[in-house]
């Protein structure tokens, strides 16, 4: 992208930063309308440029910036009011999100409902209860959008409509077939709830679980969600 940009007030969220040279900061930002971009915020490190404290990630936030190439220039950034916070482990359930955006989404390919789930799901998070659904949706919700989208509403080979009695496997680029064993798969009940996005209850909210990261691993190729390791106990070794 080599066109000169001027956007002012963008609808925003910090997904990453790092330090750059001796005062800037370099920004790997998700926006409303221009999908994930990257920014330098110039002096931003420094106390006096009122920067630092609001370019952190899951801060709603209105940011300007310009320039002709890939990496544009910040040139303003305003705080969304009221904010979100998120504490304990729904911080870290932030960082898996944040996480999963930066690796799936490509640079300057808008997302406008993505980003409205997005923003939903922070502010799920941001309240008690709901932390295992809130994931799962937006991990729904992201893989349709990239185009990964899972076919779960019907069998793969007879085209029958799912039964919530009957248990499932899921097989990525087949579909759903039925399971030829009652023990694993995930059952019709549960698939039908996600669709519907009224998972209920442990049973549910574990086998939505472990299908929806085999199928985020398989499409991760092997790359590593540093997120994950938040999560383990600090006397297991592996999640």
């Not at 085999?214 to 999640?239: C, E, W, Y």
């Amino acid at each position: 992208m080599n066109q000169n940009q001027r956007i002012s007030l963008q609808s925003a969220f910090v997904l990453h930063s790092r330090p750059y040279r001796e005062s800037s900061l370099l920004l790997d930002l998700f926006s409303c309308d221009y999908g994930r971009i990257a920014l330098v915020a110039r002096g931003a490190r420094k106390n006096r440029s009122g920067l630092h404290g609001i370019l952190q990630p899951f801060r709603p936030l209105r940011v300007s910036w310009s320039g002709k190439t890939d990496l544009h220039t910040l040139t303003a950034a305003e705080p969304i009011p009221p904010g979100i916070c998120l504490q304990g482990r729904n911080l870290y359930c932030g960082l898996y999100l944040n996480e999963l955006l930066a690796y799936f989404l490509h640079r300057h390919d808008p997302h406008e409902a993505l980003f409205s789930h997005y923003t939903a799901a922070l502010v799920a998070l941001s309240r008690p209860g709901a932390t295992e659904e809130t994931l799962r949706y937006f991990e729904l919700a992201l893989l349709d959008e990239i185009g990964f989208g899972l076919q779960i509403e019907q069998e793969s080979e007879s085209g029958n409509t799912i039964r919530p009695d009957r248990r499932y496997n899921y097989r990525i680029g087949q579909g759903l077939v039925l399971a030829t064993s009652p023990v694993g798969g995930v059952s019709g009940s549960t698939l039908i709830n996600l669709t519907q996005r009224k998972l209920n209850g442990s049973v549910q909210l574990s086998e939505a679980k472990r299908m929806m990261r085999a199928v985020i691993d398989h499409h991760l190729t092997g790359k590593p969600l540093r997120s994950r390791s938040l999560f383990r106990p600090k006397n297991q070794g592996h999640q």
